[in-house]
């Protein structure tokens, strides 16, 4: 579904090369972790995908469709960005969500695109926040809205770019399984960034790890390696098996 190949960007002309050949690929219903430190281009790298910035050399097609080639509002309606830091301003909860029919109603919304977010605001259980202001709620809280903002594009792909980075250990969990479900009953591909490796092993199809510009291992659970953890991040770990679940021990990274 999203095909990336061979991605070259820098900021400024004569300047550094962030993107130096980064290439992936992510079927529909798959759940893609970029992993790497900071530094390695991961933010460039989704900034591409999302159009925020063009690249020098590469491509980038989805579902056989050029994005390279297409305005933010015909690429909104197949990729939704769910951000780190989020701020819905004096929306309420309902207003917020609406926001993210903009792709498909353009200056003013109908009675289909109220109906549409009712239905995603019941099925992640936010209809009794509708109308309260979204600001106002928790963290966690705020994050779902942010994601049922996206689920209103109707996107085929959601870019998370570190979604539990700001969150405690219980809604952390919250939004990787909100995530997950995503993934699995939409058969909507996910592609996110996050630096907690035990967490990404967990929550992952997928997994990139990107290194000087460019993405170096890509895989399944397998290639996530001592060996390779090394490589990119430059620490020691003992990988062990728990309940058929990789857990990485001893150099925990985390960055924040």
């Known amino acids: 579904m999203l095909n990336v190949h061979d991605l070259h960007f820098r900021y400024s002309k004569g300047g550094k090369s ?15 972790i ?3 430190k900071n530094g390695s281009g991961k933010t460039t790298f989704f900034k591409n995908i999302l159009g925020i910035e063009k690249p020098l050399k590469g491509k980038i097609t989805f579902a056989g469709e050029n994005l390279l080639k297409m305005n933010r509002r015909e690429r909104a309606k197949r990729i939704a960005y769910v951000p780190q830091h989020i701020h819905f301003g ?14 498909h109603f353009g200056m003013k919304a ?21 109308g309260r202001s979204a600001e106002a709620l928790s963290g966690g809280e705020k994050q779902k809205i942010a994601i ?55 929550f992952g199809d997928k997994f990139f790890l990107m290194k000087e510009g460019r993405v170096k291992y890509a895989g399944g659970k397998e290639i996530i390696t001592e060996e390779v953890i090394r490589d990119i991040f430059d620490i020691d770990v003992k990988i062990v098996t ?14 924040g």
């Open 110 to 130: 109908g009675v289909q695109d109220y109906i549409a977010v009712e239905k995603i605001l019941e099925d992640m259980g936010l209809t009794e926040f509708a």
């Open 34 to 36: 970029l992993l790497g």
């Open 242 to 255: 728990i309940n058929n679940q990789k857990v990485i021990l001893g150099g925990y990274y985390h960055e």
């Open 90 to 103: 004096d929306l309420t909860v309902l207003d917020s969500v609406l926001m993210g029919r903009i792709s």
């Open 18 to 32: 962030v993107l130096s050949g980064a290439s992936l690929e992510l079927q529909q219903g798959e759940i893609g």
């Open 148 to 202: 049922a903002r996206a689920m209103a594009q109707e996107p085929k792909l959601m870019v998370f770019d570190e979604p539990t980075g700001n969150l405690d250990i219980a809604n952390e969990h919250l939004i990787i399984e909100e995530a997950r479900k995503l993934a699995r009953e939409k058969n909507i591909a996910i592609l996110s960034s996050l630096h907690d490796l035990n967490q990404a092993l967990y």
